[in-house]
């Protein structure tokens, strides 16, 4: 049973987070981070996230990769398959150490806020808007408090500036 989730999500200036079902960014150092920070743990995402996720990349290497669909006959390979959020929370077991990773989109980025489970979140903030048309949901209700881990600059791999911080439930 997960009783306990963390977050990991990156949002442009207006809190935008994809387009047409894609990411709106190559920004390979928060890329980077979005690995090394999730490996080895469980990363729950919805179906339309997995879809977008180009198939040489599936299942996400070293990790437990689980799917939300609703869809009763949905099957992707070597994933965890779920049809409610409840049951994933349920019946889902973690190893010691290991944590449970909800990586989007942003419907089950708004279940796990809602279910107040969240006690970390880990959120990449870039300078710059990229005309969204899928918004990570509001958090202000809830107190997190803020330590920015890195920032990146504009570079020759990155057109622009972002800062990823971690949020802990206060
Ligand atoms: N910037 C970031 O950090 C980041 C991270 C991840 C994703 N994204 C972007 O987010 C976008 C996708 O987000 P989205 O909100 O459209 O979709 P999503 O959250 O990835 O997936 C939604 C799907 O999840 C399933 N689902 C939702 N609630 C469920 C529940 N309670 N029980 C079982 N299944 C449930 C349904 O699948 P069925 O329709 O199969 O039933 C639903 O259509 C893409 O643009 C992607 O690139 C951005």
Known sequence: MIDSLSLIAALDAENGIGKNNDL?????????????TTKGHVVIMG???YD???????????????VLSRKKDFEAPDCLVFDSFESCLSQLELAPEQK????????????????????EMFLT????TYGADTFFPNYNGQHFQKTCLFEQAIDEKHEATFRVYRYELS
Do not use: C, Q
């Open 125 to 128: 903030h870039i300078d710059k």
């Open 24 to 36: 709106m960014w190559n920004l390979p150092s928060d890329m980077r981070f979005f690995k090394d």
């Open 52 to 66: 977008s996720i180009p198939e040489k990349y599936r299942p996400l290497a070293g990790r437990t990769n689980v």
């Open 100 to 119: 449970a990773f909800i990586i989007g989109g942003a419907e089950i980025y708004k279940l796990a806020l809602e279910s107040g489970l969240v006690k």
């Open 47 to 49: 179906r339309k996230n």
